[in-house]
């Protein structure tokens, strides 16, 4: 039998010569197919791992000043916004209401609470920057700030904590909580401002040119009065935000020049804005500084 199958065989390819090369043939176009094909796809995932990797690296290529702009812009807009909305409903009065008055009743309150929610991300972002500044540039001139950087950082989450509290507990709701979180952006924040500035008047011998993370005088002068305003406003705002609510039975919210303790809280209002403007500037002021930073981000591949 197998010499009669072979035999057959044999007849079948005498029979067609070109069949063997042929399947050959077929074999070589194959091959080359398949070794195409996984360049293509090679070649498409490689395209595609770059692009990824391009969108991931966004950060890398964002210049770190551009965020103390961002968030002051951003809380520029958002108290414009909350401002408008509750002046316009009639729901806070148009002189000088607290910041967090303008954002108490709906529908601006769930506007002014997304806004600094959101304001106080970019808030945190900026801080950790100047911390992790800070400490580079303490590590690379033996300057020795170690503790007032970390003091500093604490104070500015303790700050930006009672700054989202502030927006989510209105007044008229849970006003014991609301002042706690009053308490801790007002007073967190001019403590920033204090322990920034000594930070800033030690790194006064370094070279302003880039790379050299100085900082220069106007800049430090700059901060040391918006610290000392900060101070003074702060102390103002508690004694007269206290005198104007001692024997006060009106509406917290809609204070007019008619009702009692006016003057002291117009006092205490225009001290509010203005440190929320003052410690806003002190973060801009970071813009320079900022400029010899660069972002080494978190990086992947597809293997």
């Not at 009065?93 to 600094?116: A, M, N, V, W």
Request: charged content about 15%.
């Amino acid at each position: 039998m197998k010499v009669s199958a072979n035999h057959h065989v044999t007849n079948v390819m005498a029979m067609n010569p070109l069949s063997v090369t042929t399947i050959r043939s077929l074999l070589t176009q194959l091959t080359i197919m398949e070794t195409f094909r996984g360049a293509v796809q090679n070649g498409v995932f490689q395209t595609a791992r770059k692009k990824i990797s391009d969108k991931c690296s966004f950060t890398q290529n964002f210049k770190l000043h551009y965020w103390p702009r961002i968030m002051c812009f951003w809380f520029l807009i958002s108290l414009i916004i909350t401002y408008s909305m509750s002046v316009g409903s009639m729901h806070a009065y148009k002189i000088f209401p607290y910041i967090s008055d303008t954002g108490t009743y709906p529908p601006e309150s769930c506007i002014f609470g997304q806004l600094i929610n959101l304001g106080t991300l970019l808030m945190v972002l900026n801080m950790y920057l100047r911390y992790r500044q800070v400490g580079l540039v303490s590590k690379l001139h033996d300057i020795e700030c170690s503790k007032l950087n970390s003091s500093s950082m604490w104070c500015a989450m303790i700050g930006c904590l009672g700054l989202s509290i502030v927006a989510n507990f209105q007044k008229t709701n849970m006003r014991g909580i609301h002042f706690l979180g009053a308490d801790m952006v007002l007073g967190g924040g001019v403590l920033y401002t204090i322990l920034q500035t000594q930070i800033s008047y030690s790194f006064r011998n370094l070279e302003t040119k880039p790379n050299h993370c100085g900082i220069s005088i106007k800049t430090i002068i700059l901060r040391i009065i918006i610290t000392i305003l900060c101070v003074i406003l702060f102390f103002i705002l508690i004694f007269c935000g206290y005198a104007s609510e001692k024997d006060y039975e009106g509406d917290l919210i809609w204070w007019t020049p008619n009702d009692s303790g006016y003057i002291p809280h117009i006092f205490a209002t225009i001290s509010e804005w203005l440190i929320i403007i003052l410690i806003s500037v002190f973060l801009l002021s970071y813009t320079n500084e900022f400029k010899s930073l660069s972002y080494v981000g978190i990086d992947i591949e597809i293997k």
